[in-house]
Nanobody, 122 residues
């Protein structure tokens, strides 16, 4: 079982940037995909971005395409989510998760971090 820990959330003004970090321990990433999801109060958890661990393929939700970038550091067993041009609509708890395949579906991910709060003020 892999353990995932997110960090890097915080409060930022609209137009600002944050870099989220997802560190893995235990049975780590190498042959799996890692995804970022977010959940705002009263809303369902939604897909944000995913990256195949080989780094060849990355995927983004339309709402963040061009603003967010997912990347990884194999040596550190870490995946990042660089978020630029943040808007109040990006405010949510952000989770990283691991899957055995590329997917945008929450149910396809079997290991989740505890989440990190991102708040964007207008």
């Amino acid at each position: 079982q892999v353990q995932l820990v997110e960090s890097g959330g915080g409060l930022v003004q609209a137009g600002g940037s944050l870099r989220l970090r997802c560190a893995a321990a235990g049975r780590t990433f190498p042959t799996y995909a890692v995804g970022w999801f977010r959940q705002a109060p009263g809303k369902e958890r939604e897909f944000v971005a995913a990256r195949m661990w080989n780094g060849v393929s990355t995927y983004y939700a339309d709402s963040v395409k061009g603003r967010f970038t997912i990347s990884g550091d194999k040596a550190k067993n870490t995946v990042y989510l660089q978020m630029n041009g943040l808007t109040p609509e990006d405010s949510a708890v952000y989770y990283c998760a691991r899957s055995g395949k590329y997917s945008r579906l929450v149910n396809d991910y079997d290991s989740w971090g505890q989440g990190t709060q991102v708040t964007v003020s207008s």
